[in-house]
């Protein structure tokens, strides 16, 4: 797929605060506190561009694995996906560019407001260490 740009993130990022947080509808569910994006910021002026916006980030949560586990889950999904662009080749430009891009975001938070967890295990033992 696109990807879309950072100012059309902020916006739809804006839109929801503002329909979920500011001005929530009559019989709607309490206002949420927090709020978690998933998958965002994917870099370092994602990260600052979001902070100018709406202010500093309360937290940011690093899911990490080693490569190898990485590449092996995206290969064992594309079994099942039938995604195109879940191959080899594009698996490594993705691990690549999330060196380049990703891995700078965990230093930019590593102000006490970073929590990196270790994301090889099974899925139980991951969200129980995203829990504590």
């Not at 990485?70 to 594309?78: D, F, H, Q, T, V």
């Not at 560019?97 to 090889?120: C, G, H, M, Q, W």
């Amino acid at each position: 797929g696109k990807l879309v740009s950072i100012d059309d993130t902020l916006e739809l990022i804006r839109d929801w605060i503002i329909d979920t947080i500011v001005a929530p509808r009559e019989g709607e569910a309490k206002s949420p506190s927090a709020i978690l994006l998933d998958g965002f910021p994917r870099d370092v002026e994602q990260a600052k561009r979001f902070e100018q916006e709406f202010g500093p980030a309360a937290g940011c949560l690093f899911f990490e694995a080693e490569e190898d586990v990485l590449r092996s889950r995206l290969l064992e999904r594309a079994k099942a996906s039938g995604r195109e662009d879940d191959n080899e080749e594009v698996i490594t430009k993705r691990l690549t560019t999330f060196k380049e891009k990703s891995i700078p975001v965990k230093d930019y938070f590593n102000d006490n407001r970073l929590k990196a967890i270790d994301a090889s295990g099974d899925v139980e033992t991951v969200w129980a260490e995203t829990e504590k």
